[in-house]
C-alpha cells in the first residue's frame, strides 16, 4: 500500500515562528504536493515538486518555501508563522504512469497563536 | 481558467434515499481528468474514481455512479440508496492536460450527512 505519512498531526505554533512541516512517501513517486483545506474553500495548492530539487509555485505560495533534497521527502516551510496560517496542510504523491490518483498523508492541522 | 464548481455547500438526507453530488469545471485542455475523493470524519482523503476526457461512459460501482457529460462541463456523483458511512465530504478535482507533474484542481467540496 502507498503511505504518505506527514510528521505531525496537530501543531501549535506563536507568530513569527519558523515551522517545518514534513512529509515522506514510501513509493518512490516522483511528484509530490503541499494543499491546505480550510472550511468552504476546499483544498488549495501551495506547491508542488515533480523531481528532485524542483518546485513549482501552486496557486498560494506566498509565506510558504519548500525543499525537495530527496525523492521520498517534501517538506513544506513557513518561515515566519501569520495567524492566517491557521489550517489543515495536506500532503500527497503521486507517481509519473499516467494521469493517476494523489495519495494523501492524514493531514497537519496548525494553529498559529 | 481552470476551475472546479461544487456549488452544493451541505447536503443531508435520511438514509436510503438517493443523492446527486453535482460538479462543473472549466478547462481550455482537450485532454484532462477528473476524480472524485471522499474526506470522511477521520481526516484522510480516499480517491474514488478518475475519469479521463476521453471517456465519456457512465461508470457505476456498487451504490456509487458517475455521469460525465461534457457538452455540460459536469460531472456528477450519485449515491443510491445511501447509508450513514456515507456522511463524509466529497471532493471533486480537475487535473488539466496529461502530464502527471500537472497540478489537480479541487473543488471547495459538498459535505454530505445522512441521517439515520
Known amino acids: 500500500d502507498v503511505k504518505v505519512t506527514q510528521s505531525s498531526r496537530y501543531l501549535v505554533k506563536r507568530t513569527g515562528e519558523k515551522v517545518f512541516l514534513e512529509c515522506v512517501q514510501d513509493?518512490?513517486?516522483?511528484?509530490m504536493f503541499w494543499y491546505r483545506q480550510d472550511p468552504g474553500l476546499g483544498l488549495r495548492l501551495i506547491y508542488f515538486?515533480?523531481?528532485?530539487?524542483?518546485?513549482e509555485k501552486g496557486d498560494i505560495p506566498e509565506g510558504y518555501s519548500v525543499s525537495r533534497e530527496k525523492k521520498e521527502r517534501f517538506s513544506l516551510i513557513l518561515e515566519s508563522a501569520s495567524t492566517n496560517q491557521t489550517s489543515m496542510y495536506l500532503c500527497?504523491?503521486?507517481?509519473?504512469?499516467?494521469?493517476?490518483?494523489?495519495?494523501f498523508g492524514e493531514g497537519s492541522r496548525l494553529t498559529v497563536l | 481558467a481552470q476551475k472546479v464548481t461544487q456549488a452544493q455547500t451541505e447536503i443531508s438526507v435520511v438514509e436510503k434515499e438517493d443523492v446527486t453530488l453535482d460538479c462543473v469545471y472549466e478547462?481550455?485542455?482537450?485532454?484532462?481528468?477528473l476524480f472524485w475523493y471522499k474526506q470522511p470524519p477521520s481526516g484522510e482523503l480516499v480517491f474514488l474514481i478518475r475519469?479521463?476526457?476521453?471517456?465519456?461512459q457512465n461508470e457505476i460501482s456498487g451504490r456509487y455512479s458517475w455521469n460525465f457529460q461534457k457538452s455540460t462541463s459536469s460531472f456528477n456523483f450519485t449515491i443510491t440508496a445511501s447509508q450513514v458511512v456515507d456522511s463524509a465530504v466529497y471532493f471533486c478535482?480537475?487535473?488539466?492536460?496529461?502530464?502527471?507533474?500537472?497540478?489537480?484542481?479541487f473543488g471547495s467540496g459538498t459535505r454530505l450527512s445522512i441521517r439515520p
Open positions: 500527497a504523491s503521486r507517481g509519473t504512469g499516467g494521469v493517476g490518483e494523489l495519495f
Open positions: 475519469r479521463n476526457s476521453f471517456d465519456e
Open positions: 478535482a480537475l487535473s488539466p492536460g496529461y502530464s502527471s507533474a500537472s497540478k489537480i484542481i
Open positions: 515538486s515533480y523531481d528532485v530539487k524542483m518546485k
Open positions: 478547462t481550455r485542455d482537450t485532454t484532462y481528468y
Open positions: 513509493m518512490d513517486h516522483e511528484n
